[in-house]
């Protein structure tokens, strides 16, 4: 007599998050697939230019946090710790200069409403601590985006950081209560 079939969901993982898994792990481990020969000069130059890309995002999302926390300075506390990550990660893709510590006074004057300046920081907690997020979120998919595009070791630091800042999504968007 067969069994009936459990109404219960597997808990284990999903067989398409399991090939998702593996071709993320493809990706890590440096796999290029050009469609023709590049002279090691243009790969290296377009390295280069990514990794430059790299760091100029996370300094300007390290302005970003300093703009924030110029504007709501209550937030400080729980917003210097992912700051000075973003920090180390542009220096981790070869930043030659790093943020301030205080946003400039120009920075945190565009403390405004949503939908004024793409810089602004929003006039509440909740509203800046949500745009916080969308800027983490955006960097975090454009650099797992950029994977294919980069050589093995460059490829492997980007996937890093790009799940940093998917942590890090999490943790501005999580309650407090």
């Keep these: 007599m067969p069994f009936p079939s459990s109404p219960r969901i597997p808990s284990g993982p999903r067989r398409r998050s399991l090939l998702a898994s593996a ?13 023709g020969p590049v002279s090691p000069d243009a790969g290296q130059s377009a390295a280069d230019a990514a ?3 790299a760091a100029r995002d996370s300094e300007a999302l390290a ?3 300093d703009a924030v926390i110029a504007a709501h300075p209550r937030l400080a506390g729980r917003l210097r710790p992912l700051r000075e ?5 542009a220096e981790a893709f070869g930043a030659g200069r790093t943020a301030s510590p205080k946003a400039s006074p120009s920075v945190s004057a565009r403390a ?5 300046d793409p810089g602004a ?10 745009h916080l997020a969308g800027a983490e979120r955006e960097l975090a998919d454009r650099r797992a985006g950029a ?3 980069v050589p093995g070791e460059l490829a492997r ?5 790009s799940a940093a800042g998917a942590a890090h999504v999490y943790l501005l968007t999580e309650s407090d209560g």
């Design 51 to 53: 990794r430059a890309r």
């Design 85 to 89: 990550e973003v920090l180390r990660h």
């Design 147 to 149: 994977l294919l595009k």
């Design 112 to 116: 405004a409403g949503p939908g004024r």
């Design 23 to 35: 071709a993320g792990a493809a990706l890590l481990v440096g796999c290029s697939g050009g469609s």
């Design 157 to 161: 630091l980007m996937a890093s950081v």
């Design 121 to 130: 920081v929003p006039a509440t907690e909740k509203e800046a601590l949500a």
């Design 63 to 65: 302005e970003r946090y």
